[in-house]
């Protein structure tokens, strides 16, 4: 009888691995299929479809509900077309899934200033700068964003007039 049993139990905890395995390969196969799909939508939204960029990404989060980087896109492109409040809609979702995260709230609280809530928009930014200095987050600014690359294309021209003369 005992040993019946104890072939009864080798049984079930085998074949839970098994299942155990198969639910494992199941999960890898789901990661890299998003990983296509978001590496797909990526290129469309390079290649200037952001629209179809949008919608490729609002069905992967549809699929992967708590995928931070997704939403973060949604948000980000739904504020590129001027969609405010979707973009809201999206950039809280990622406060819900990373509390506190300094991109989001800044970019939470720039919406917030657009859609006209200027009382709640200080308070996010507020919080935006307090969470990047605790974290040593340097914030850069859009003014530094537009003269950085400009001053690399200076650098860039400079640097080449310079192998020119030297030629």
Known sequence: MRSSMAFVLRFIRNGLQEQSEEIEQDRNAIEKEIAKRI????????????????????????ADPDNFMVCYNCGAIAEELDDLENAKKFFVKCLRLRRNHPDVLQRYGTILGKLGQDELSSEVLTAAAQERNRLGVPRITPLAQGLIPQALRQLHESLVSSLQRDE
């Open 39 to 62: 590496s797909a939508a990526a290129k469309k939204y390079e290649k200037g479809k952001v629209q179809e960029a949008f919608t490729m990404f609002t069905n992967i989060l549809n």
